[in-house]
T-cell receptor, first 114, second 115 residues
Framework: GDSVTQMEGPVTLSEEAFLTINCTYT??????LFWYVQYPGEGLQLLLK?????DKGSNKGFEATYRKETTSFHLEKGSVQVSDSAVYFC?????????????FGKGTTLSVSS | DTGVSQNPRHKITKRGQNVTFRCDPI?????LYWYRQTLGQGPEFLTY????????KSRLLSDRFSAERPKGSFSTLEIQRTEQGDSAMYLC?????????????FGPGTRLTVL
């Protein structure tokens, strides 16, 4: 079945450092891809998404590009802030079936220090 | 705030007791989902409603679990005869019928501890 694999954390960075969190997926078709973020004590929030190959999702300085050839959707940010400390989840869903479940990776914890 | 709300936020119960959680989705969102998240893992799908109809159920949803969404508004998730393995965060999400790419909006979750 479909699955998502994320790099294991925790990832510990200093403020203004460059961030990459790797995500690869396995799917039978061409899924939509998402990054969700979970701040301490809060629910999951959608950070960005991409629905087809070569699409780039971006939000709050974060970016991820849908790479069909490498089945990847790596999350990047050029300069992290302390407020970016959170758990980041990569997820996919089957195309054109908006009612189906999101399949999540295990999550990657990011800790940014000043 | 008109986001997804869940009650209670925390529940501690003894093994063998029944528990019920409630989810209030964003108004006018037709789709409602339940997920379970254990420590160090991503959320896992449990079940999905479109309006009042329960359209999908995961194999994770044993016969001790039941979910309802009467009138297509709020939803409840009941766990009967709880076991220690049921301890987890239970997440609810909703999405509108018209929004593409299955974008779901999550509530804060109900953390269940079974002693």
């Amino acid at each position: 079945g479909d699955s998502v694999t994320q790099m294991e954390g925790p990832v510990t960075l200093s403020e203004e450092a460059f961030l990459t969190i790797n995500c690869t997926y396995t799917a039978t078709g061409y899924p939509s891809l998402f990054w969700y973020v979970q701040y301490p004590g809060e629910g999951l929030q959608l950070l960005l998404k991409a629905t087809k190959a070569d699409d780039k999702g971006s939000n709050k300085g974060f970016e991820a590009t849908y790479r069909k050839e490498t089945t990847s959707f790596h999350l990047e940010k050029g300069s992290v802030q302390v407020s970016d400390s959170a758990v980041y989840f990569c997820a996919l869903s089957e195309p054109n079936q908006a009612g189906t479940a999101l399949i999540f990776g295990k999550g990657t914890t990011l800790s940014v220090s000043s | 705030d008109t986001g997804v709300s869940q009650n209670p936020r925390h529940k501690i119960t003894k093994r063998g007791q029944n528990v019920t959680f409630r989810c209030d989705p964003i108004s006018e969102h037709n789709r409602l989902y339940w997920y379970r998240q254990t420590l160090g893992q991503g959320p896992e799908f449990l079940t999905y409603f479109q309006n009042e109809a329960q359209l999908e159920k995961s194999r994770l949803l044993s016969d001790r679990f039941s979910a309802e969404r009467p009138k297509g508004s709020f939803s409840t998730l009941e766990i009967q005869r709880t076991e220690q393995g049921d301890s987890a965060m239970y997440l609810c999400a909703s999405s509108p019928l018209s929004l593409g790419a299955n974008e779901q909006f999550f509530g804060p979750g109900t953390r269940l501890t079974v002693l």
